[in-house]
């Protein structure tokens, strides 16, 4: 298990709030550990159990997370509420970009969004051609330490102490290429959105031909770049 390290909240003339700080911590490590108990969000926050315990009740009694009948926590539906209302620009955004994508190199291209601890993908464009290929489908989930797509929409954020040598990998090359991770002979390419706001995403292409595979690694950068330039415009 993974073990955030504590905050130290401003007091006095900085102007913070170690509550708050704590709070958005707490709600930071139920988003990437969806399904936690208390104990074990205590445990990746760094924080005593007791302080946990209160923060979570307040977090769920506004709709910020939410608690199932085993105890377990996953982010609750203010924060998606939230977060859907910067998505429709970024989607708006996506959809040409993507549908460019697919069209050149005849493959089902996708964004692919960090949503409550998975890799899912909320635009997808094929090509106008028939013919077997792999796809995505809206709304499909993947895990976020396998598979392109969800390496590069991690590697879109910030840098994390703890976080996987792949994402740091991605996140300097701008571009990850996998083979078979998550489908047997399907390759997938994806590189993150840059300048995203409050979200991680990225741009991400499945193949079974490895010549298309190789072409595809600059258009999905170019591609990447081009949402997060549209997204905030």
Do not use: C, K, W
Not at 56 to 67: F, I
Not at 135 to 158: E, V
Request: charged share 25%.
């Amino acid at each position: 298990m993974t073990v955030r390290p504590g905050r130290t909240a401003q007091t006095g003339d900085g102007g913070g709030s170690q509550t708050l700080e704590r709070g958005l911590l707490v709600l930071e490590v139920v988003a990437d550990a969806p399904g936690a108990t208390g104990s074990e969000v205590a445990v990746r926050a760094g924080l005593h159990r007791s302080i946990v315990h209160r923060l979570l009740v307040s977090l769920e009694r506004s709709g910020y997370v939410e608690r199932d009948a085993g105890g377990r926590y996953q982010v609750g539906r203010t924060l998606t509420t939230l977060a859907d209302r910067t998505r429709p620009r970024l989607h708006t955004a996506a959809e040409p970009v993507l549908q460019d994508l697919a069209t050149e190199l005849d493959a089902t291209a996708s964004l692919v969004e960090v949503v409550a601890g998975a890799a899912v993908s909320t635009v997808v464009a094929e090509p106008p051609t028939d013919g077997p290929r792999f796809s995505y489908r809206l709304g499909n989930r993947d895990p976020l330490d396998r598979g392109a797509g969800g390496l590069a929409a991690l590697a879109s954020g910030p840098p994390a102490p703890d976080e996987p040598a792949r994402v740091a990998d991605a996140r300097s090359a701008g571009v990850v290429t996998t083979h078979a991770e998550l489908n047997p002979g399907a390759y997938g390419i994806a590189a993150p959105v840059p300048g995203l706001r409050g979200g991680r995403a990225a741009v991400a292409v499945i193949t079974s031909r490895p010549e298309v595979a190789e072409r595809a690694e600059q258009l999905v950068r170019d591609a990447a770049r081009r949402i997060g330039s549209a997204a905030y415009r």
